[in-house]
């Protein structure tokens, strides 16, 4: 995912390193190239501008240009600036899900991910977590989806709520907290249905089923590899409905990566998890540290 990212930092670091003495103009001429290695990577550009301006000004004291090792003073500082740009001040807490039926709402555009990364989520709580799971499909517009969940939820071993037929998203939602509540279940998980663009219907639904479900977390499915659109239908998503967190998926891909990057400075909202390919186990939790270690080779 950051392979091209990774490359171009990697080689203007290299010369950093090798350089010994560093002058404030050594290190201002390598900010320029990793900003553009960043906007390449298609990082929001005021994201990178923040980036650079907070490296520069870190890396530019006499402490680190006099130091012995200057070049790898600011390697470090660019590292814990990764850290802060990925994830804020410190990382997420845990989900909230202590308060059975714990209701999850999964939202997101049609084909981001978001069905597979329900049941991928669904099976991750089950096995590392131990809770109870019940998964329902509320896609109304296609039955496809609502089957896929359901054959998704045999595989996983998770149960997933009967399909009834000509319930709407809402009711569904209302159904699904009840058979969560009566059959003991610690979490409910919401799986709503999605368009190929944001527009009010999707919108109104989402609104709808959020009334009725009082989610305790919102999560976005968006696919990583459209990089800065994942950041806009992340803040589109927000500013209409709230979301409290994101799942970037297709992170095994060869996108840029920008999307990891700009997402929190942007939305204020944390990436929870990240997928790593259509298999039910390829979901990670987001390590920020883990992330700018693979950045930075
Ligand atoms: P939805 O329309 O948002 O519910 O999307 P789906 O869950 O049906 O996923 C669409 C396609 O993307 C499926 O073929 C999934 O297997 C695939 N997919 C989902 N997440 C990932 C991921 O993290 N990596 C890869 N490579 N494929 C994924």
């Known amino acids: 995912m950051f392979e091209n990212l990774s490359d171009r930092l990697g080689g203007v670091f290299d010369r950093l390193t090798k350089q010994g003495a560093l002058t404030e103009d050594d290190v201002t001429a390598a900010m320029r190239e990793v900003r553009v290695a960043l906007l390449e990577a298609d990082v929001s550009l005021p994201v990178a501008r923040n980036f650079v301006k907070a490296v520069t000004s870190k890396a530019t004291g006499s402490a680190v240009t006099k130091s012995i090792t200057p070049g790898q003073q600011v390697v470090k500082i660019v590292h814990d600036e990764l850290i802060k740009t990925l994830q804020g001040d410190d990382a997420p807490d845990a989900l909230r899900i202590d308060n059975p039926p714990a209701p999850i709402l999964m939202v997101g555009l049609q084909g ?8 991928k989520l669904a099976l991750r709580l089950k096995d590392r977590e131990k809770k109870r799971v019940l998964m329902a499909s ?6 496809a989806a609502m089957e896929q969940l359901a054959i998704l939820g045999t595989q996983i071993g998770v149960d997933t709520l009967p399909i009834v037929p000509g319930q709407t998203a809402p009711q569904i939602a209302q159904r699904a907290k009840q058979q969560a509540s ?6 409910v998980m919401l799986d709503t249905a999605g368009r190929l663009h944001i527009d009010q ?4 639904e989402v609104l709808a089923v959020r009334d009725i479900a009082q989610p305790r977390e919102t999560l976005l499915v968006v696919d990583g590899l459209t990089g800065q659109d994942a950041v806009n239908v992340a803040t589109e998503f927000d500013g209409k409905v709230g979301i409290s967190g994101v799942v970037l ?3 095994d891909g060869d996108g840029r990566g920008g999307a990891a990057l700009s997402m929190r400075a942007i939305t204020g909202k944390p990436i929870r998890f990240v997928g790593l390919g259509e298999k039910m186990d390829a979901l990670e939790t987001f390590d920020a540290q883990r992330v700018a270690g693979r950045i930075l080779g």
């Open 249 to 251: 998926t297709r992170m």
């Open 112 to 119: 981001s991910g978001k069905t597979t990364t329900t049941a």
């Open 201 to 204: 219907q999707l919108m109104d």
């Open 182 to 187: 009566l059959g003991g279940y610690d979490v």
């Open 138 to 143: 509320l896609d109304t517009n296609r039955p």
